[in-house]
């Protein structure tokens, strides 16, 4: 399964930001849907996730951001508003298959000035 992630960039605190991650297989084959950060020296933390229509997001980001898909496009969204700088990370998408297999995407920069 090939992941391409776009949306980031550098945005001012407060701001917002829609990240977007397209798959290449079929989304019937999906069983979870995520959203990863790793902030410079930091180790990756789970943001956001989705499996069977339900979400769990970190608590650091609860009430901000939200996971989302659509199913036709093969692609999982997460939109983040009310940007603060320490959301500044490289955010990865995951996926993980019916059959146990688990895939990332290649990582998007996200940059939140104060």
């Known amino acids: 399964v090939n992941l391409v992630e776009s949306g980031g960039g550098l945005v001012q605190a407060g701001g917002s930001l829609r990240l977007s991650c397209t798959a290449s297989?079929?989304?019937?084959?999906?069983?979870?849907r995520a959203w990863y950060r790793q902030a410079p020296g930091g180790q990756r933390e789970l943001v956001a996730i989705l499996s069977r229509g339900s979400t769990a997001y970190a608590a650091a980001v609860k009430g901000r951001f939200t996971i989302s898909r659509d199913n036709a496009m093969n692609t999982v969204y997460l939109q983040m508003n009310n940007l603060k700088p320490e959301d500044t990370a490289v955010y990865y998408c995951?996926?993980?298959?019916?059959?146990?297999?688990?895939?990332w995407g290649q990582g998007t920069q996200v940059t939140v000035s104060s």
């Open positions: 297989e079929s989304t019937f084959s999906i069983n979870v």
């Open positions: 995951n996926v993980a298959l019916f059959d146990g297999s688990n895939y």
